[in-house]
């Protein structure tokens, strides 16, 4: 069974930055793909970024491509995405989930995933 625990949500202005991590009770953590997704009220759950499991390849949703970056440790077991220049409408809870081997943008092909860490942008 894989556990993700997401952390370092909060409150933040319009054009400051974040920084989430996602940590993964799992063994050989590189053999999982990595994505983030949010879910904002109202709305469906929307893809933001992936990475591979070794960490060589990234994929960004063209309404945060030049601001997040997705990065991993697996040393530690963790996923992180640095969010920079937010914008309001990008308050969301952000989700990470876990996919083995291959990488997707479509979150029905996660089976695992956190619970969740909620991003407030205020303008």
């Known amino acids: 069974q894989v556990q993700l625990v997401e952390s370092g949500g909060g409150l933040v202005q319009a054009g400051g930055s974040l920084r989430l991590s996602c940590t993964a009770s799992v063994r050989a953590y590189g053999n999982f793909a990595m994505g983030w997704f949010r879910q904002a009220p109202g709305k469906g759950r929307e893809f933001v970024a992936r990475i591979t499991g070794g960490g060589f390849a990234t994929d960004y949703a063209d309404s945060v491509n030049g601001r997040f970056t997705i990065s991993r440790d697996n040393a530690k077991n963790t996923v992180y995405l640095q969010m920079n220049n937010l914008k309001p409408e990008d308050t969301a809870v952000y989700y990470c989930?876990?996919?083995?081997?291959?990488?997707?943008?479509?979150?029905?092909?996660?089976?695992?995933w956190g619970q969740g860490t909620q991003v407030t942008v205020s303008s």
């Open positions: 989930a876990a996919r083995v081997v291959t990488w997707s943008r479509r979150p029905d092909e996660y089976p695992y």
